[in-house]
């Protein structure tokens, strides 16, 4: 769901993503998107989202990167507001 919770931790893990990045954490999804989460559990909830559905997957030391399919759902969302 566009401007909830899970979709806007791919948008860090987006972002975190970038090369020279290190990827996302739940300590910096808990730091950048304190309106969104209330406590590292829910982080953990929705990065499980992001997990089943292959959108993000797992890097070192548990942090975590966008996967194309990813990248596919940020676009497809995005193409959905557009198209109203």
Not at 32 to 45: D, Y
Not at 59 to 67: C, P
Request: charged fraction near 30%; include cysteine; charge should be positive.
């Amino acid at each position: 769901k566009r401007e909830g919770a899970t979709h806007s931790l791919l948008c860090l893990v987006q972002v975190m993503s970038r090369p020279g990045e290190p990827g996302c954490s739940v300590d910096d999804a808990l730091h950048i998107l304190g309106g969104k989460f209330s406590s590292r559990t829910k982080v953990e909830r929705s990065a499980e989202v992001l997990f089943k559905n292959k959108y993000a997957e797992k890097g070192a030391e548990d942090r975590w990167l966008i996967t194309n399919e990813g990248h596919e759902a940020l676009l497809i969302a995005t193409r959905n507001v557009l198209k109203g």
